[in-house]
């Protein structure tokens, strides 16, 4: 039996990314396999991959918008999504949040962090690049605000993830959501099927 190594690229900026956090619990509990969550800048990946976001790549495209509007709404039938709602102030500067990622997983409160951010992003739609929100968030969630905004002024935290990014990049992602399940790439939330039967294909050590 092989444990695989199954990293989960993400930036909180981005809803796909949202619904695959809300969806990757129950591929873990039945692979048995936990994901390994890697903080990244998703600007920083698209201007280094010459990427853009769909919002903008297909902003003259309106069936494809209409079409993606769709899919968003079968996934969330689907799961049960229905905490999601679309963030009013759509796109948010999510360089704060990020780097709090990185001071998160320092300090020993990272899943709690993503869970409460993910919410306050996705679920409650709040301005999220405002640091008084974000104070109010993570204190209300009972966790160190302080602490972690502090880390997020570190320069080695700020250091880490660019490191991310880059390395991200290197490593073939383009954007977010973004899975590697040992060598194999897989983007996307309606990749997550081919990620979950990967993962079970190098646990019997296919």
Not at 43 to 54: C, E, M, V
């Amino acid at each position: 039996m092989h444990t695989p190594s199954v990293e989960f690229l993400f930036d909180f900026g981005s809803p796909n990314a949202y619904f695959c956090h809300k969806v990757i619990p129950g591929i873990e509990a039945r692979t048995g396999v936990k994901f390994r969550y890697v903080p990244v800048l998703l600007g920083g990946l698209f201007k280094l991959a010459n990427n853009r976001s769909p919002a903008e790549a297909f902003a003259d495209i309106p069936k494809k918008r209409a079409y993606d509007q769709m899919e968003i709404e079968r996934f969330i039938r689907q799961h049960g999504l229905t905490a999601y709602r679309r963030n009013s102030f759509f796109p948010v500067n999510t360089l704060a949040i990020m780097r709090g990622a990185v001071a998160a997983q320092r300090l020993g409160c990272f899943k709690r962090y993503v869970d409460v951010v993910y919410a306050g992003m996705w679920e409650k739609s709040l301005n999220l690049s405002d640091v008084a929100i974000i104070t109010r968030e993570l204190t209300d969630a009972g966790l160190d605000a302080p602490a972690i905004l502090q880390g997020m002024q570190e320069q080695s935290v700020k250091d880490e993830l660019l490191a991310n990014t880059q390395q991200a990049y290197e490593r073939g992602a383009f954007g977010s959501p973004f899975f590697l399940v040992g060598a194999e790439m897989f983007f996307g939330k309606d990749r997550l099927g081919e990620v979950e039967d990967e993962i079970v294909r190098q646990s019997a050590g296919g």
